[in-house]
Every structure is written in C-alpha cells, then in structure tokens.
C-alpha cells in the first residue's frame, strides 16, 4: 500500500509539473497560429542590436530562461520582423532591476543624444530609440519614478492604468497587442494600457518626451522584438508571438 501511494504522489507530481511546461504550446495554442521565439534551451532566433550575432557575454540561457546578466552584454533583437502581431512573455527582475521590451525598433534610426558617441564606436547609435513595454521594480528601485515611467507604461510618453506587477523576484505576465495603429499593454491578465499611434493622446505624451524631437519615433513600422539590457538582472521565458491579419 505504501509504495502504491509513493507511485501515485510521484504520477501526480509529473503530471502536476507536466502542465506547467515551460516554453511550450498547447495543441489549442499551435491551432491559433501561436510559435515560440525562445524554446528554452538555445539562442536560435536571436542576435545582438546591430549585429548578426548573439552576445559573447552579458546573457545566458538557464534553468528555461532566457537571462540578461547585468553585464552590459547589449540588448537583443529578434532575427525576424513583425507588423501587426500578438506578443505574450514572462519576467522577472532582480531587486531595483530594470528592464523592457521594445517594439517598432529601427536599428538606423540616429539618437540626438548620442550620434557623436556612436560615431566614435563605428555605430548608428548606442540608444535604442523605440517604443518601450516597461518593466522595472516600482517599488525598490533607487530613483524617484514618474507615473510614465513604471511597469506597463509606454516608457516615459504613457503610464499604465492600475497595472498590479508582483513583487520583485516573482514571474509577471505581460501581452503586447500591435493590430494597425492601434496598441495595447497587458500586464498579469489585465489591460494597462491602450492608444494609438497618431492619437492627440500619444502625440501630447511624445511631445513632453525624451524623444520629441526624433524623426519618425511615433511611426508604426514593422519591427524585431527586443528585449533590453539595462545592466540588471532579468529573466525571460514563455515568450510566445502570434501574426495578426493587418488593418
């Protein structure tokens, strides 16, 4: 009797653990056009901003996730481009971590702020100059953060509304909806965030911005995923897009 109920106990751990898979589909999932951009083992589909490879340090792929080291290894993009799509991801950060995931990246798209200093390194630009999906620990990090400037926003054009991030070292689950001009941030099930590209609303944002006066910033264009290093530990898994019919 009591090795039957070992067998069991053990039955229900693996199927317990069996439906919770990490960087997997599910048959309804693969039905509905889904595809992983991260299969949990390896950097396939990946390379550095600007470059035709992945990073030699700075990330690592462990224990499932796809892990930015906090040691200024440079952001990441997708191999592929995307117009209108639906984007779902997990992360988690370390404490006072900072992070995001941008979309409409232009990799020739010139900074203001930094053309000289790139010229000098043989680049475009050291700035990645895109919309921004934010993720940063709200509550711990070390400078004082406007409401544009925390988790779920349009980084430093469009706060998020009633967004509930967990607390930092905990797995959060965000969504990105780009269909046409119209876009949308969702952060652990529920919508934070929604505008349009050419909305009175992201153009008042734009122009008390940071990026005012860069060409072309509000722009929906077809775009890589990129996820950012900002020096600090994060972990991404789950990271799972699908195509949308374009509007």
Same mark, same amino acid.
């Given at each position: 009797?009591?090795?039957?109920?070992?067998? +069991?106990?053990? =039955?229900?751990?693996?199927? @317990?653990?069996?439906?919770?898979?990490?960087?997997? *589909?599910?048959?309804?999932?693969?039905? @509905?056009?889904? &595809?992983?951009?991260? !299969?949990?083992?390896?950097?396939?589909?990946?390379?550095?901003?600007?470059?035709?490879?992945?990073? !030699? +340090?700075?990330?690592?792929?462990? /224990?499932?996730?796809?892990?930015? *080291?906090?040691?200024?290894?440079? !952001?990441?993009?997708?191999?592929?481009?995307?117009?209108?799509?639906?984007?779902?991801?997990?992360? &988690?950060?370390?404490?006072?971590?900072?992070?995001?995931?941008?979309?409409?990246? /232009?990799?020739?798209?010139? @900074?203001?702020?930094?053309?000289?200093?790139?010229?000098?390194?043989?680049?475009?630009?050291?700035?990645?100059?895109?919309?921004?999906?934010?993720?940063?620990?709200? !509550?711990?990090?070390?400078?004082?953060?406007?409401?544009?400037?925390?988790?779920?926003?349009?980084?430093?054009?469009?706060?998020?509304?009633?967004?509930?991030? +967990? &607390?930092?070292?905990?797995?959060?689950?965000? &969504?990105?909806?780009?269909?046409?001009?119209?876009?949308?941030?969702? =952060?652990?099930?529920?919508?934070? #965030?929604?505008?349009?590209? /050419?909305?009175?609303?992201?153009?008042?944002?734009?122009? $008390?911005?940071?990026?005012?006066?860069?060409?072309?910033? $509000?722009?929906?264009?077809?775009?890589?995923?990129? #996820?950012?290093?900002?020096?600090?530990?994060?972990?991404?898994?789950?990271?799972? =897009?699908?195509? *949308?019919?374009?509007?």
């Amino acid at each position: 009797m009591k090795t039957r109920a070992l067998i +069991h106990s053990f =039955l229900f751990v693996a199927l @317990s653990q069996a439906s919770f898979a990490q960087n997997t *589909l599910t048959a309804e999932e693969k039905a @509905s056009g889904w &595809r992983l951009l991260f !299969d949990g083992r390896s950097t396939a589909g990946w390379r550095g901003f600007q470059k035709t490879a992945f990073p !030699d +340090h700075g990330w690592a792929v462990e /224990d499932g996730c796809l892990k930015c *080291l906090g040691q200024k290894g440079g !952001d990441i993009v997708t191999t592929e481009k995307f117009t209108d799509f639906e984007l779902t991801w997990e992360w &988690r950060l370390s404490p006072k971590g900072n992070s995001g995931v941008k979309y409409f990246v /232009d990799e020739q798209r010139h @900074s203001l702020v930094d053309t000289q200093r790139a010229v000098t390194k043989g680049k475009v630009s050291l700035l990645v100059i895109a919309h921004e999906y934010q993720t940063i620990d709200d !509550d711990n990090y070390p400078e004082k953060l406007a409401d544009n400037q925390k988790t779920g926003a349009w980084y430093a054009v469009l706060p998020p509304r009633h967004a509930k991030p +967990h &607390r930092s070292g905990a797995f959060n689950q965000s &969504r990105l909806i780009v269909r046409g001009k119209h876009i949308e941030h969702w =952060l652990n099930g529920a919508q934070v #965030l929604a505008y349009e590209t /050419d909305s009175a609303e992201a153009t008042a944002g734009i122009a $008390a911005s940071k990026f005012k006066d860069v060409p072309g910033y $509000a722009d929906k264009i077809t775009t890589p995923i990129l #996820l950012q290093d900002h020096s600090t530990m994060v972990w991404f898994r789950n990271i799972k =897009l699908r195509k *949308l019919a374009a509007q």
